[in-house]
Structure formats: C-alpha cells, structure tokens
C-alpha cells in the first residue's frame, strides 16, 4: 500500500543516525490496534495521543511511529515523529529549503525511482576535525549541495550531482575523484574484466557542478558484487597473514 517512501537522516558527529521515515499510500489507521494486538505479543508498544494523532511507541527502542489520516505514516525516533507532527500541526513551512529542493529535483534524472538529497555540513564538521580520509577528496570542503538519484529495471542506473561553491575546488574534487578511480583500477590491474567495470563510471564538470554517472546490466551489476566479495577474502586472508 505503499506508493512513496521519503528518508530523511540526521547525521551528526558522534551520534548513530537517526531516520525519519515518511510514506504516502492507502493506509488504514482503524485497523492499527488490531494488528499490534496479533502481532505484538510481548506488548513492546502502547498506544499515546500526541496532538490529533495516535503515536505507537516503543520506548525500550526509542522508537515510534503515527498515521496521518489515511494517506500518511510517520516512523522513527520518538522525538522526531513528534517534532514532524508538531510542525504538521502548526503548519510549518520553509520557503527557502523547499524551494531549494524543488531546484534540486528539477536536475534529478531518475526522479521516477530512488532520490537522495544531501546538506553536506556534517562532512565540514569531519573535515574541521582533521579527518585525513576526507581531506584526500581535495575540494570536498566547498561542497555545498548533493543529489543523487538511481533507477533499477533490467539495468542499474545512477546519477549524481554535486554543486560547490567555487568552481576551481570543484574541479580539484573531480580531479581527486578520478584518482581515486585510478588507484582502484591499479589494485585491480591482473582483473581486465573488473577494470572495465569500473571504467563505465564517468564524470564530468561544469563550472561549479561535477556529475558522476553510470550504468550497469543486472548481470555486470552481479559480477561487481562477486568481485568485491573476492576482493575482501582475498584481503582478509592478506590481513591475518600480517
């Protein structure tokens, strides 16, 4: 009954993240206290009126989740289903962030599959703290927004777009990425078959934006699954041989 799932995740330095889960469908929210009393055997979950709303909680796991009328259902951290109800209630709106995503949707390719829109200031946060690892992906520090979206029928498609705000840095994040590519090619330079897989990820820059794209079959989609699988035994067995 499902016909959109929205994630949103907060991420923040030294914290597990916590998703909120939106989906939109046909739900049916008479017949909630039934199901819990089949199926909720250890009663985990009791039942709580939060404004206009019914909130199912789980509070060992900290978790809840709510139906918003028939055609909504909210799930997540307690405080997060909350606090998406509260706003809900008062009629929050965010001009300048919803305008923004409306901007950023308009350049997703595969807006009819799977999405993703990122604020990348948790990466900053990283990268202020002197993570050696980020600050390889020369320029990723102006990064200022990230969409990606991808697509699965009898093929494997993804697109991405990062928007910076420098159009130099952006291209020495591009320039980073592609030896990071190049380093992956090296390590897999005896595997012609693997090498080619990874060839088939391309990137482009313009001005401010770089777009990373690929497309597999099912099948090439499988083989680099195998391949890294075998990757990992084979370094496993090199790490324990240390």
């Not at 289903?81 to 901007?103: A, G, H, L, S």
């Not at 952006?170 to 060839?199: C, H, P, T, Y």
């Amino acid at each position: 009954n499902i016909d959109v799932m929205m994630i949103a995740m907060n991420i923040s330095e030294g914290k597990n993240p916590s998703p909120l889960v939106v989906m939109n469908g046909h739900f049916y929210p008479e017949n909630f206290d039934a199901f819990l009393e089949k199926h909720d055997k250890e009663n985990e979950f009791s039942k709580e009126k939060f404004a206009t709303y019914n909130l199912y909680v789980n509070e060992k796991e900290k978790i809840a989740f709510s139906p918003i009328g028939k055609e909504v259902l909210v799930a997540g951290e307690k405080e997060e289903v909350k606090e998406w109800i509260r706003k809900k209630t008062d009629n929050y709106k965010n001009p300048k962030w919803e305008n923004e995503i409306t901007r950023l949707l308009s350049q997703t390719r595969y807006a009819d599959g799977s999405w993703m829109i990122g604020n990348p200031e948790f990466i900053h946060d990283k990268m202020n703290l002197n993570s050696n690892e980020l600050k390889k992906l020369k320029g990723l520090e102006a990064l200022e927004r990230g969409v990606a979206s991808f697509k699965v029928t009898n093929k494997m498609q993804f697109h991405s777009i990062g928007i910076f705000n420098d159009a130099e840095k952006a291209k020495l994040f591009q320039d980073a990425f592609k030896g990071f590519l190049a380093v992956i090619k090296l390590s897999m330079s005896e595997d012609r078959e693997a090498i080619d897989l990874v060839n088939k990820i391309n990137t482009q820059s313009k001005q401010k934006t770089i777009e990373v794209e690929l497309e597999y079959t099912i099948e090439e989609f499988k083989k680099l699954q195998a391949m890294k699988k075998k990757r990992m035994k084979k370094w496993t067995k090199e790490m324990k041989s240390i």
